[in-house]
């Protein structure tokens, strides 16, 4: 598989902090490439090592087989697209006029018309900035990404503090670039962002890769296991619950209204959990599966959570 960005060893000192301690990266023509880690981690310091607005320690970066020596190359530079956390526009300028600028820093470029169709903004093309939500805003700063038509686009936690359905068009876009074969390096405090988006992510901690793997198999490996709530009608006596303990082989915790199991085998623990309260008269309610994500995993490999 063709590497888009192969990263060795990069390390950043801030004076005598050591903020990325030697890491490696690899990331693939083609995928949606996850870089997650908890506050302080040295995700932004990696992210603007690689988008050429800081200047590593040491280490060794290769950006579309081409290894970075100092300032990003024009001819890397005319490949690459950035959506950063925020991004200001100059307000006195119309979302037609901000897209025009940015066209005429690069050689290619699509039109304006095309930008605006991809990010869903066409009918604010002669609005001005101000004017926009928070979520046109952030999607006018991925049309500007987009305007020189870019393989490898860097997003940093691009729908931070947006609302459920602006979140969900970005990631119907990121989608959308996905298919249409674009490279995309992606930071996110959110787990079903990352989750839904990502074809594989790297976990870093105190400026360290933790590891690199799919969702799925992340959280096969660090999830845990499942787990099944549920509560009962009426409230059964100690020694019924002592019963089911022992049935289950597992030890039942009382969670305020509801009890909580945690089991390798849903199927036959929910089995075990229905024939005893069969047996016992007992009607189940509020039952409910808890299967792991990679909430857990970041928990049980960072000891934190993705956001303090
Ligand atoms: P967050 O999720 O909070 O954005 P992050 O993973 O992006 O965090 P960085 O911003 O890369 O983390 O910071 C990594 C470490 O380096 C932190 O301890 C931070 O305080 C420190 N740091 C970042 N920038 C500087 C700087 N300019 N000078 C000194 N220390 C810095």
Redesign the pocket.
């Known amino acids: 598989m063709e590497k888009v960005i192969e990263v060795r060893d990069l390390r ?1 000192k ?2 005598n ?1 050591e ?2 301690k030697g890491i490696d990266i690899d990331v693939f023509k083609g995928e949606v490439f996850g870089f997650l ?12 090592i690689l988008e050429g607005l800081r200047k590593p320690t040491s280490g060794t970066i290769k950006m579309f087989g081409e290894e970075i020596k100092g300032d990003v190359i024009p001819e890397i530079k005319e490949r690459i697209g950035v959506v950063l ?1 925020q991004t200001s526009f100059l307000d006195h300028l119309k979302v037609k006029e901000i897209l025009e600028l940015f066209a005429s820093f690069f050689k290619k470029s699509i039109s304006i018309e095309k930008a605006l169709e991809m990010v869903e903004l066409k009918e604010k093309v002669n609005a001005y900035p101000e004017n926009l939500s928070g979520g046109q805003r952030q999607r006018l700063a991925i049309a500007v990404a987009l305007i020189n038509d870019p393989d490898l686009i860097f997003m940093d ?1 691009p729908t931070t503090g947006l609302d459920p359905q602006s979140r969900e068009s970005i990631w119907v876009l990121v989608e959308k670039l996905k298919s249409n074969g674009k490279t995309i390096f992606l ?1 996110t ?1 959110y787990m079903e962002e990352a989750q839904r988006l990502c074809d594989r992510i790297t976990i ?1 901690d105190h ?1 360290k890769v933790v590891e690199t793997d799919s969702p799925e198999h992340l959280i096969l490996k660090y999830g845990g296991e499942s787990k099944i709530d549920f509560s009962c009608t009426p409230t059964p006596p100690t020694e019924k619950v002592e019963e089911l303990e022992r049935e289950l082989q597992g030890k039942i915790h009382k969670l305020d209204d509801h009890c909580r199991i945690v089991t390798k085998d849903l199927t036959q623990t929910l089995e075990k959990i229905v024939l005893w309260s069969k047996k016992n008269n007992v009607s189940l309610t509020d039952v409910f599966f808890i299967e792991p994500t990679l909430e857990d995993v970041f928990l049980n490999l960072t000891g934190r959570e993705l ?2």
Do not use: C, M, S, W
């Open positions: 950043k801030y004076g902090f903020a990325v880690g908890p506050n302080g981690a040295g995700k932004t310091t990696t992210l603007e956390q936690e930071t405090h870093i400026g956001r303090d």
